[in-house]
C-alpha cells in the first residue's frame, strides 16, 4: 500500500523559497513506472496542480508558477521535493504530493494515491 | 488552459435522495485516438485529501460506493450519487486531465437538507 507524507515549514516569509518534503513509502519514487505530483489548496478555493515529476528527472509545471517552481527527487532517499521561490500571501495554501494512476495501459494525470497535505502559511 | 465549472457551488439534499452535480470544460475531453473522456471526480472532506470517485468519465475506482456514477461525453458531465448517505457530505471536484496544465472545477459543497 503506498503511503505519502508531506513535512517542511509551516511559516515562511514574504520573499524567501517555500521547501517542502513528500516522503514515500511503499512505492519507489525513482521507478520510471510512476508521475509524482504536487498541489495546493489555498483557504476556502479550489485545488491548484503545481507540477510533476517522472522518471526523476523530467518535470512538467503549471504555466502560472513555472518561473518559481522546482519539482526533484532524492532518489536515494525515496523523497519528492518542492521549492517555490519569491512566497507571497497568495502562497498561503495547504499542499499535496499525489501519485498518478497507473495501470497496465499507461500512467494518467490522474491521482489515486494522495499525501494528507500540509499547510503553509506565508507571513512575516 | 481548459476551464472548469462546476454548478451548483452548493446542494442541499435529504438523506436517501439522490443528489447530482454537474461539470461544464471549456473544450471537449474526448480524445479522439482512444475514444475516452479525460475526467475525473474526487471528494474531499475536511482536513483529508482528496479521494478518487471516478475516471474515464464513468469508470469507478476500487472500493468507491456503487451510489456514485459518474455520466457525461465532450464538454458536459455530471456526478450522480443515487442515494446520500451522511458520510457523503464533501466538498466534490471535477478535474480535467486531458491537456496540462491540470485544471479543476470550483468545487460544490454537498449538505443534507
Known amino acids: 500500500q503506498v503511503q505519502l507524507q508531506e513535512s517542511g515549514p509551516g511559516l515562511v516569509k514574504p520573499s524567501e523559497t517555500l521547501s517542502l518534503i513528500c516522503s514515500v513509502y511503499?512505492?519507489?519514487?525513482?521507478?520510471?513506472?510512476?508521475?509524482w505530483s504536487w498541489f495546493r489548496q489555498p483557504p476556502g478555493k479550489g485545488l491548484e496542480w503545481i507540477g510533476y515529476?517522472?522518471?526523476?528527472?523530467?518535470?512538467n509545471y503549471n504555466p502560472s508558477l513555472k518561473s518559481r517552481v522546482t519539482i526533484s527527487v532524492d532518489t536515494s532517499k525515496k523523497l519528492l521535493s518542492l521549492k517555490l521561490t519569491s512566497v507571497t500571501a497568495a502562497d498561503t495554501a495547504v499542499y499535496y504530493c499525489?501519485?498518478?494512476?497507473?495501470?497496465?495501459?499507461?500512467?494518467?494525470?490522474?491521482?489515486?494515491?494522495w499525501g494528507q497535505g500540509t499547510l503553509v502559511t506565508v507571513s512575516s | 488552459d481548459i476551464v472548469m465549472t462546476q454548478s451548483p457551488d452548493s446542494l442541499a439534499v435529504s438523506l436517501g435522495e439522490r443528489a447530482t452535480i454537474n461539470c461544464k470544460s471549456s473544450?471537449?475531453?474526448?480524445?479522439?485516438?482512444?475514444?475516452?473522456?479525460?475526467l475525473a471526480w474526487y471528494q474531499k472532506k475536511p482536513g483529508q485529501p482528496p479521494k478518487l470517485l471516478t475516471y474515464?468519465?464513468?469508470t469507478r475506482e476500487s472500493g468507491v460506493p456503487d451510489r456514485f456514477s459518474g455520466s457525461g461525453s465532450g464538454t458536459d458531465f455530471t456526478l450522480t450519487i443515487s442515494s446520500l448517505q451522511a458520510e457523503d457530505v464533501a466538498v466534490y471536484y471535477c478535474?480535467?486531465?486531458?491537456?496540462?496544465?491540470?485544471?479543476f472545477g470550483q468545487g460544490t459543497k454537498l449538505e443534507i437538507k
Open positions: 499525489a501519485r498518478h494512476f497507473c495501470s497496465g495501459a499507461g500512467c494518467y494525470p490522474f491521482f489515486d494515491y
Open positions: 511503499g512505492g519507489s519514487v525513482s521507478s520510471g513506472r510512476y508521475y
Open positions: 515529476i517522472y522518471h526523476g528527472e523530467s518535470a
Open positions: 473544450q471537449s475531453l474526448l480524445y479522439s485516438s482512444d475514444n475516452k473522456n479525460y
Open positions: 474515464w468519465a464513468s
Open positions: 478535474q480535467q486531465y486531458y491537456s496540462s496544465p491540470y485544471t
